[in-house]
């Protein structure tokens, strides 16, 4: 019966060897040295993907604000590739004022400057024709060289941002959008 059971279990001296369990440890750590160099490499780049990410978010609200308010827009004014100013309606209690209108009160009409230069751009509203003065408020900085307007026709302003790389390499995005003025009238 024992010599039945024996033949049963297997070979007694069936196993690993110390030579196959050394050749199968110094495979394990090769194969978790390269497990961890990768996941160290996707540490240290997190934080300038995360800011790159940031950085877009940011500029595409600047340029969506940018291209609303032309879009209401009724004249240009001042067409530059760094400045574009324009008539535009706008729901302040007065122009420059931070003081919202109520919903049921019409808008008014402003002259809005926004001067792109030194990497960063720049809203100024004053009153209607009023081309300087005003109080310049940041809408977006951090922004790198190719940023501007451009005008391919008298109702239509191109706005481009170029956001530059994160880490200072050379990766950067452009992102760019346009608006007709839609209040604009044309004379014929």
């Known amino acids: 019966m024992r010599a039945a059971i024996r033949r049963r279990l297997g070979d007694e001296e069936a196993g690993l060897t110390l030579i196959e369990l050394l050749v199968a440890a110094a495979m394990g750590v090769v194969l978790m040295a390269?497990?961890?160099t990768v996941m160290v490499g996707a540490l240290r780049a997190q934080p300038k993907l995360s800011e790159g990410?940031?950085?877009?978010q940011t500029a595409r609200?600047?340029?969506?604000?940018i291209t609303r308010e032309l879009r209401n827009g009724i004249s240009v004014g001042e067409a530059k590739t760094s400045t574009v100013s324009f008539e535009t309606y706008v729901r302040h209690t007065s122009c420059g004022s931070k003081?919202?209108?109520?919903?049921?009160e019409p808008s008014i009409k402003c002259q809005v400057?926004?001067?792109?230069?030194?990497?960063s751009c720049l809203r100024t509203?004053?009153?209607?024709?009023?081309?300087?003065?005003?109080?310049?408020?940041?809408?977006?900085?951090?922004?790198?060289?190719?940023?501007?307007?451009?005008?391919p026709s008298a109702?239509?302003?191109?706005?481009?941002?170029?956001?530059?790389?994160?880490?200072g390499g050379s990766d950067s995005t452009t992102i760019s959008d346009g608006a007709s003025l839609r209040n604009a009238t044309l004379a014929y």
């Open 99 to 104: 003081t919202l209108r109520a919903a049921i």
């Open 155 to 167: 109702t239509y302003v191109k706005v481009t941002l170029a956001l530059p790389s994160p880490g």
């Open 113 to 119: 400057r926004y001067t792109c230069e030194s990497g």
């Open 34 to 36: 390269g497990v961890v």
């Open 53 to 56: 990410a940031a950085n877009i």
């Open 125 to 151: 509203e004053t009153g209607p024709g009023v081309l300087s003065g005003g109080t310049p408020v940041t809408v977006v900085s951090g922004l790198g060289s190719g940023t501007g307007f451009s005008y």
């Open 61 to 65: 609200v600047a340029l969506e604000r």
